[in-house]
């Protein structure tokens, strides 16, 4: 039988009651969007995250666009971020009019080198974008202090690092504004799209709730800045509800998954396994290894019947949409190395022991005949 790559029918498979409960209890209070179940998860994650507020929105690349905006950025404006990660982070900055700038990412971690930050900012820098990629946090502390001393805004791309921590802060929770995705192969997924911002800010988050929802200040069809329909759906928050409360659970059985990779994988030749870096609880949105033949290991897997996905096979600054800005192939080699040898292992809670074992033997066997 063939093995997916995210586990989210195995999960409706077990939680479809409590789920189908959250859709009836939505349909039957008559109130579908903006109501009780949105201003509820809102308050539940904020209170997650220990921060004043949880603005829901309807999806994660919207989320990152309207922190920009609410944060006062956009045309004539730059924002370091770095160019491996999903492209929606890129599209966000650029929706809102504002230019990304692109650093190259560490070796190890995958995650933006924040060591090349300081030479990349500009008289029209903005903001720092870190994306905590993969399930773990980029190195918060240097781009606080480069931001202190440069008066720029950060914000966090949290859309792979839900429950994520730094030396005991959350992921989310070391910055402006911080976007997350609630997209179903999320490690807090909803049944379709959605979206949040958290920030400590109480402007900010008035700002984005009035850019949610037209523009509109106070009377209602009264808009005073044309802005967009971007809410969180009230039946996905009433689903991320009930979730939010097994995200504890749903991490754990991620970090079990992630032991018994290490444990069967660590021997293997020319497989590189995923680092944690010290001071970062790791989520394993995805488990993400890498190896210089990993179109052979992904073709030898796929013959039996393993499904692997790959974050990212083409860099964002060398896709054609993105030619206007000007990067050139070679530009971030790290990035690009990575584009060619990543590769991630199926993860999920549900992922039962079998199939890691069968991940575990397939990925053995075709690292062994590609040396
Ligand atoms: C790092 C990152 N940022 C932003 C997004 C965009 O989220 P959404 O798909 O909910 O718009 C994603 C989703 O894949 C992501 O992985």
Redesign the pocket.
């Known amino acids: 039988m063939s093995l997916n790559v995210w586990g989210y029918l195995d999960e409706y498979a077990n939680e479809r009651e409590e789920l189908l409960q959250a859709v009836d209890a939505v349909f039957s209070s008559g109130r579908l969007v903006l109501g009780e179940s949105v201003r509820g998860f809102e308050t539940e994650f904020a209170a997650y995250h220990g921060i004043a507020h949880c603005v829901g929105l309807d999806?994660?690349?919207?989320a990152?666009q309207l922190t920009l905006e609410s944060l006062g950025i956009g045309a004539g404006d730059e924002v370091i971020t770095v160019a491996n990660?999903?492209a929606?982070?890129i599209i966000a900055i650029v929706g809102s009019g504002a230019t990304p700038v692109f650093v190259d990412v560490l070796a190890d971690s995958c995650l933006m080198d924040t060591g090349q930050v300081e030479s990349a900012i500009t008289p029209r820098t903005k903001a720092l974008l870190p994306?905590h990629?993969y399930g773990q946090c980029v190195d918060m502390a240097p781009l606080r202090g480069i931001a202190r001393a440069h008066g720029l805004a950060i914000v966090e791309?949290c859309?792979?690092a839900h429950g994520a921590r730094q030396h005991g802060r959350p992921a989310g929770t070391m910055s402006d504004a911080a976007a997350f995705?609630f997209?179903p192969t999320k490690v807090l997924g909803a049944y379709g799209?959605g979206?949040g911002v958290l920030t400590g800010d109480d402007a900010v988050a008035a700002k984005l709730r009035r850019l949610r929802y037209y523009g509109m200040e106070d009377e209602y069809y009264v808009v005073h800045t044309p802005a967009h329909n971007s809410r969180l759906d009230e039946v996905q928050a009433e689903i991320l509800r009930r979730k939010l409360g097994r995200l504890d659970g749903y991490i754990a059985d991620r970090r079990a998954v992630a032991r018994r990779y290490e444990e069967g994988l660590r021997d293997v030749p020319g497989l590189q396994l995923p680092r944690t870096v010290p001071g970062n609880d790791h989520v394993f949105y995805v488990y993400v290894v890498r190896h210089p033949r990993r179109d052979h290991i992904l073709a030898q897997l796929r013959r039996h019947g393993i499904n692997l996905n790959v974050s990212y096979p083409w860099p964002v600054h060398t896709m054609t949409g993105f030619a206007h800005l000007g990067y050139r192939k070679g530009a971030l080699p790290v990035t690009e190395a990575l584009a060619d040898s990543v590769f991630s292992l199926p993860m999920y809670p549900t992922l039962k022991k079998d199939d890691q074992d069968r991940v575990i033997e397939a990925v053995r066997n075709a690292a062994a005949v590609a040396l």
């Open positions: 999806n994660g690349t919207n990152v990660t999903a929606p982070t994306v990629l791309d859309a792979q995705s997209y799209d979206g």
